[in-house]
């Protein structure tokens, strides 16, 4: 008998051992979601609205796939990026400013907050 709550509670244990891990497993960030799901942004440094729009994602934005237009000027050109920034996802473009709220809503990603 005694075997017999020894293996029932070693089970327990194991059980939510795997329950902590499994629940307490780090979340990607908003802008790792974007780039995960395809989102690029297309920009310049000297672009206040870019600037905007990076501050518009704080930290988040370290993370997000970002093509710096002044240095890549041929890539920006073949995608047909005529303003900044510009958001592309499997070739659709969503020119301007874009608050978290709408990027979410076109990636399906969560915002987090910090």
Not at 58 to 86: M, W
Request: with cysteine.
């Amino acid at each position: 008998m005694a075997k017999k709550i020894f293996y029932i509670l070693a089970g327990l244990a194991l059980l939510m051992t795997l329950a902590f891990v499994i629940l307490n497993k780090p979340a990607i960030s908003f802008g790792q979601c974007l780039t995960a799901n395809g989102f690029t942004m297309y920009g310049t440094d000297t672009c206040s609205s870019c600037k905007q729009q990076k501050q518009l994602l704080g930290e988040d934005f370290e993370q997000v796939h970002y093509v710096n237009c002044f240095f890549s000027l041929d890539s920006c050109r073949k995608k047909e990026i005529k303003a900044y920034p510009t958001w592309e996802k499997n070739g659709k473009l969503v020119v301007g400013i874009q608050t978290p709220t709408e990027l979410a809503e076109l990636s399906g990603c969560k915002i987090k907050n910090s």
